[in-house]
């Protein structure tokens, strides 16, 4: 079993010291318990959170435990008659070829997927898993009307490409920031938004102003930091803002420099704004209404995604980093089964 333990809580980028990959028997299974082959691991900007001492919506991995993380995979060996073997199933599956799913632990829940499979493996972490299901509460928290500004951040990412396509088909006009050219061209031709504007212009504040002449109505708020406060000082009365992630932290998170430099707040008051966070685990109850929706759109072609799939769990750590520096676009998957 190969798979990474977190030794000790980096500061910046993941290193090799901080997540330590190791080789170690796959376990024997108990009664209760079943045996899970990974495939798939989603690679998530939370992964880092949860490597971090920052207060969260659960606890952070334990230092020397597994690396905590979603995939997807197949029963192998199990002793739990809810998940036989050779089903296919999403969950904490950790970083690491085999996890032991135990019915006893809450972290050890798995859902078992649809046989025959209606997508690919990969989607059930990306579109029809939990990056797919947040941008659609997010963008239901939102309310976007008809003929209103949404604007998207972090917009070619995971959560992102899908949040600014679900607005653009309640008939919002949707304007999009991401690293780079090339993501903003992929954005506006091929996805469909109104506008993107590239974070790393050396205007890219002028150019939002441009983009988005009549203010903005709803913000999905990915990021944080200076993109999120001058979005701020743009609302219009009565801005929805839902807060699905501030990702501009996350690498370097301290009770310092959390969010610093905000100047806008004002404006959350002056607009009568509502700015609401949400945790897509809060809502499991829905999955299964939203990933029937968001289905029905993928198989009608109005809906897209775009997957980067990376090969081989040796790997993820890199691969999160380099995510985190903005250098993949859409669902980010290390393919983990080796034949
Ligand atoms: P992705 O890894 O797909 O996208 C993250 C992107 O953020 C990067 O590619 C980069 O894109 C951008 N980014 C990184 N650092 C910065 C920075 N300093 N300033 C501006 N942009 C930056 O992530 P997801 O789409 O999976 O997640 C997006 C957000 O949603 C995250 O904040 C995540 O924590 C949150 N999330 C929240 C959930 C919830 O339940 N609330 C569930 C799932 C995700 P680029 O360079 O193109 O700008």
């Known amino acids: 079993n190969r798979l990474y333990r977190l030794r000790s809580r980096p500061e910046g980028e993941v290193t090799a010291d901080n997540l330590e990959w190791l080789e170690e028997p796959v376990a024997e299974i108990l009664d209760g318990q079943a045996l899970i082959r990974t495939h798939y691991l989603s690679v998530d900007p939370t992964n880092r959170v949860w490597m971090s001492a920052m207060r969260s919506y659960i606890p952070p991995v334990e230092l020397n435990a597994v690396m905590r993380?979603?995939?997807?995979?197949?029963?192998?060996?199990?002793?739990?008659?809810?998940?036989?073997?050779?089903?296919?199933v999403v969950g904490l599956t950790g970083w690491q070829d085999y996890c032991v799913a135990d019915a006893a632990s809450e972290d050890m829940s798995f859902t078992v997927l649809p046989d025959p499979l209606p997508a690919p493996l990969p989607a059930f972490v990306g579109v029809l898993g939990h990056t797919g299901i947040s941008a659609y509460l997010g963008v239901e928290l939102g309310d976007p009307r008809p003929g209103e500004t949404v604007f998207v951040s972090a917009a070619a990412g995971a959560v992102g490409s899908i949040a600014g396509q679900l607005a653009k088909r309640r008939g919002a006009r949707v304007v999009g920031i991401a690293g780079g050219a090339e993501k903003c061209r992929y954005l506006?031709?091929?996805?469909?938004?109104?506008?993107?504007?590239?974070?790393?212009?050396?205007?890219?504040?002028?150019q939002l102003d441009d983009a988005t002449p009549e203010g903005i109505d709803v913000d999905f708020e990915n990021v944080g930091g200076e993109i999120m406060d001058h979005v701020f000082g743009r609302l219009n009365i009565g801005a929805r803002?839902?807060?699905?992630?501030?990702?501009?932290?996350?690498?370097?998170?301290?009770?310092?420099?959390?969010?610093?430099?905000?100047?806008?707040?004002s404006q959350l008051l002056m607009q009568r704004a509502t700015m609401r966070g949400f945790i897509v685990f809060d809502h499991v109850d829905r999955y299964a209404e939203i990933i029937g929706q968001l289905s029905l759109a993928l198989s009608a072609g109005t809906l897209h995604s775009a997957e980067t799939v990376v090969d081989g769990l040796e790997h993820a750590r890199h691969t999160l980093n380099r995510s985190l520096a903005g250098e993949n676009r859409g669902k980010v998957v290390v393919k983990v089964i080796t034949e």
């Open 241 to 265: 803002i839902t807060l699905c992630g501030l990702v501009s932290e996350y690498n370097d998170y301290n009770e310092d420099n959390a969010q610093r430099g905000l100047r806008n707040v």
């Open 69 to 88: 993380g979603a995939g997807v995979g197949q029963v192998v060996a199990s002793r739990r008659d809810d998940l036989p073997v050779g089903s296919f």
């Open 188 to 206: 506006v031709e091929e996805l469909g938004f109104d506008a993107c504007i590239d974070r790393h212009a050396g205007d890219w504040q002028k």
